[in-house]
């Protein structure tokens, strides 16, 4: 993952008993380090908007954004991104079970201390090197290797950290015992984690961060204009997210059937057999359907395409769902994962911002049925707009320079060897084993 502002490392920095603390940048600057992981777009969209909002405010910071499984044994980084993103197109009620199961709060917390068999040797070097002042994740996997680093009995790191939950629940996953703060998408949340044991000055419900041009209010007709549109016709998008994955074909064929005249883009992410398959059905289309397609690839004007549209319908990821409330969309829910989806999509329902649809066949019906009621779609436009959170990337971009002020975050009073992992250790190699360390 390439950073925004690049500099030369140094060595680490030690304190007493060899303990490892940061120390600030070139000219005084502080150095906030960006951990995402590649399970899903959304965690590196979210690393990008808070990264976007500190050049914004002017922070004259060293800045560096990273994939944390670029740092781990290769066969692990093969198996957790591949993996997540296989089950959740092939096999999302195993997914959905996973989820369940390790949705334990505090319980069996020793696991996360698993990484002491994984070949995390390149990712400490990097710390070593970056010293940052404050580190900022947007994926619980490297919350909880900061966590256990930071309380490991041998050269254990002084650290500040905070993290992002990058839905509207809060899972067992997020929660670790060394961090200096939480941000949180819903008020909801923050009591959740309060409940859990987190003071509420260490919470910020600040939402979940989006990229800075979703604040911006353009008019609807004129994006629709912009990207080849009909300004007046009732705009739908199909997103299947940045690696083209879900059931769009099945879901665009169903929308193809509505009966109030609309048009509906379909934005295929990297998926180019996909892409190539929906642009044979938008030319077999007669010159004025009732709905018209148009097919999009991967694409960096997302915020254009949602600021063109008046519904979206898919499946609502966190970050997806959030810029599509900065937007004022009003969601139709199709084929959420269970889990995580499934929650989000509960608060999208309660809030009055969504419908679902829980039998495809029935979705034209639905939507019609939305359709001819204006005063309730404008309703729940405003419930989207109301619920969105657009400046989300400067209230933490903010807290991140009060949180780099802070003092140093003291060590545990004592530090125990971690259980055995429940991870086998044959998914991470021999201790030491040899991997390739990306440059920074």
Known sequence: MASSRKRTGAGPATGPEGVMSSSEGPGGRKRLLILSASAGHGHFRCGQAVEQACATLGMDWDVHHIDILDYTNPLFKTVYSKMYIDMMTKMPEVLGW??????????????KLAFDKLHVGPFVRLLERQRPDVVFCTHSLPAEIISWLRSRPRKPMVIRQAIVITDFDVHALWLCPHYEH????????????????????????????????????????????????????????????????????????????????????????????????????????????????????????????????????????????????????????????????????????????????????????????????????????????????????????????????MPLPELPAAATEPDEPLLPAWLFGPRGASSTEPEV
Request: proline share 6%.
């Open 98 to 111: 996973l989820y369940d199961q390790l949705d334990k709060p505090w319980k069996g917390k020793d696991r």
């Open 182 to 405: 939480y941000f949180v998408a819903l008020p909801e949340t923050r009591v959740h984690l309060e409940e859990l044991g987190v003071p509420a000055e260490k919470i910020t419900v600040s939402g979940i961060p989006v990229d800075p041009r979703f604040r911006e209010r353009r008019d609807r007709a004129e994006l629709r204009r912009k990207h080849g549109l009909d300004p007046e016709r009732t705009t739908l998008l199909i997103s299947a997210g940045g690696y083209g994955v879900g059931r769009v074909e099945t879901v665009l064929s169903l929308l193809l059937r509505l009966r109030h005249e609309a048009q509906v883009i379909a934005v295929c992410g990297k998926n180019e057999e996909l892409r190539a398959r929906l642009d044979q059905v938008a030319a077999s289309q007669d010159r004025d359907p009732r709905v018209r397609l148009k097919v999009v690839g991967y694409t960096n004007e997302m915020h254009e395409l949602m600021g063109a549209s008046d519904l979206i319908v898919g499946k609502p990821g966190g970050m997806t769902m959030c810029e599509a409330l900065a937007s004022g969309l009003v969601w139709v829910v199709v084929n959420p994962i269970p889990g995580q989806e499934e929650r989000n999509s509960d608060h999208l329902l309660e809030e009055g911002c969504a419908i679902k649809c829980n039998n495809l066949p029935t979705l034209p019906y639905k939507i019609d049925t939305l359709l001819d009621d204006p005063v309730r779609l404008a309703r729940m436009r405003e419930n989207a707009l109301r619920l969105a959170r657009p400046d989300a990337a400067f209230v933490i971009a903010e807290t991140l320079r009060r949180i780099a002020e």
